[in-house]
C-alpha cells in the first residue's frame, strides 16, 4: 500500500495553489541559467478516434499514445543535465469526463509516466479534454482529484510560473465562481509581482492550454484560440505584470507568434499531429536575459540528446 501511496504522489504535486519543492521559500533566488521539458496533448485515445472520424468519442486502444509517452519519458531521462521539470501543457487524455474509457486512459497515461526520474518533477496543466469544454464543478474537481490544483504559481531558480486553467477562458457559463475565483487569484499573482520589487522574480512564465492566439494576436476567433475579447484583456495583463512567455498546446501543431515583449508559444503534441509536424517536446533554456526554446522531435532528442546551442546556453 505504502509504495501505491508513494507512486501516486507524484501526480499530486500542485496543492494549494502551489507546488511541492517548487515553493517561494525554497526556489525564490536566481542560481544562473536552467531548462525545462515542455510539451503538451499525450491526448490518449484521440489517434483511434480521428482516424475513425469520431473525435470526441474515444476509442477502446491507445498503445501508441502510450508508447509515445514512453519515449518522451526515456528521451527527457537520458538528459544531462537533467531539467529541472517537465509541464504537460493539457489533454492528457482523449475520453471527455464521465465518458467510457476515461478511467482506463487517465490509468495508463499514469503508468507511462510513472518512469519519469524521480529527480523530474511533473507538472501538469488542464485541457479541455480534461475538464470538458464546459467545465463544471464536479469536473474540475475530478480533475483535481487526478492531478492537482487545476490552477497555480511555482517557483524555479529565480522565475516565477503561473499555470492557468484556460478552459475559464473558454466557457465558464458552467462553473462561473470558480471562474471568479481564478480571476482574483491572478489578479493577486499579477500585482504582487509589481509592485514588491525586492523579491521579483528573474522572469515570469504562463502555462496554459488553449492558446491566447495561434499565429497573431489580432487573428479571428476559432476552435483552436481564445476568444479575441478574452484574447486581448489576458495580453494587456501579461505584458502589464512583465510575463516573458506564454507556453501553450492544443493545437497539435507548431506555432506561436511575438508581440511587444511577449512570446506565444504552441507546441505540437506527444501524441497525434493535425499537421505536418513530428511527435515531440520543446526544450526551454532559461538564462538571466532570455527564455530560448526549440521544439525536439522525439526520436531526435533519444538519439542526439538537447540540441547543442541550446545546451551552450546552459554553461554559458
Ligand atoms: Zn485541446
Given amino acids: 500500500m505504502n509504495t501505491m501511496a508513494q507512486a501516486e504522489d507524484i501526480f499530486l504535486r500542485a496543492k494549494h495553489r502551489t507546488f511541492r519543492g517548487f515553493t517561494e ?26 482516424r475513425e472520424g469520431d473525435c470526441d468519442g474515444g476509442g477502446d486502444e491507445w498503445t501508441e499514445e502510450v ?8 528521451a527527457m531521462n537520458q538528459l544531462r543535465p537533467r531539467p529541472r521539470f517537465m509541464v504537460l501543457c493539457g489533454d492528457l487524455v482523449h475520453a471527455m469526463p464521465g465518458t467510457i474509457f476515461r478511467d482506463e486512459q ?3 497515461l499514469k503508468m507511462a509516466l510513472s518512469g519519469t526520474d524521480p529527480s523530474i518533477p511533473l507538472v501538469f496543466v488542464s485541457g479541455n479534454h480534461d475538464l470538458g469544454n464546459t467545465p463544471t464543478p464536479k469536473t474540475v474537481a475530478q480533475y483535481c482529484s487526478a492531478w492537482g490544483d487545476d490552477y497555480f504559481s511555482f517557483w524555479v531558480g529565480g522565475v516565477l510560473f503561473l499555470v492557468l486553467n484556460s478552459q475559464f ?7 462561473p465562481q470558480l471562474k471568479e475565483s481564478q480571476e482574483t487569484w491572478l489578479e493577486e499573482q499579477l500585482s504582487k509581482i509589481s509592485y514588491s520589487s525586492s523579491t521579483a522574480p528573474k522572469h515570469i512564465v504562463v502555462f496554459q492550454h488553449i492558446p491566447l492566439y495561434v499565429n497573431n494576436h489580432d487573428e479571428e476567433d476559432d476552435y483552436f484560440n481564445l476568444q479575441r475579447e478574452v484574447r ?7 505584458k502589464k505584470a512583465g510575463v ?10 507548431n506555432a506561436g507568434g511575438y508581440n511587444d515583449g511577449l512570446d506565444m508559444v504552441v507546441s505540437s503534441a506527444i501524441g497525434c499531429q493535425l499537421g505536418e509536424d513530428t511527435h515531440g517536446v520543446r526544450v526551454v533554456v532559461v538564462t538571466a536575459d532570455q527564455v530560448i526554446h526549440r521544439y525536439h522531435t522525439l526520436d531526435q532528442m533519444q538519439k542526439e540528446g538537447m540540441d547543442e546551442d541550446l545546451r551552450k546556453l546552459l554553461q554559458a
Fill in 244 to 253: 516573458k512567455a506564454v507556453f501553450s498546446g492544443h493545437y497539435h501543431r
Fill in 232 to 238: 486581448q484583456k489576458l495580453i494587456e495583463r501579461f
Fill in 25 to 50: 521559500d525554497i526556489e525564490h533566488e536566481w542560481t544562473g541559467p536552467f531548462y525545462f521539458i515542455q510539451a503538451a496533448d499525450p491526448q490518449l485515445g484521440l489517434m483511434k478516434a480521428w
Fill in 67 to 74: 508508447d509515445l509517452t514512453k519515449q518522451a519519458v526515456a
Fill in 106 to 108: 487517465e490509468r495508463d
Fill in 169 to 175: 477562458f473558454h466557457d465558464a457559463s458552467a462553473c
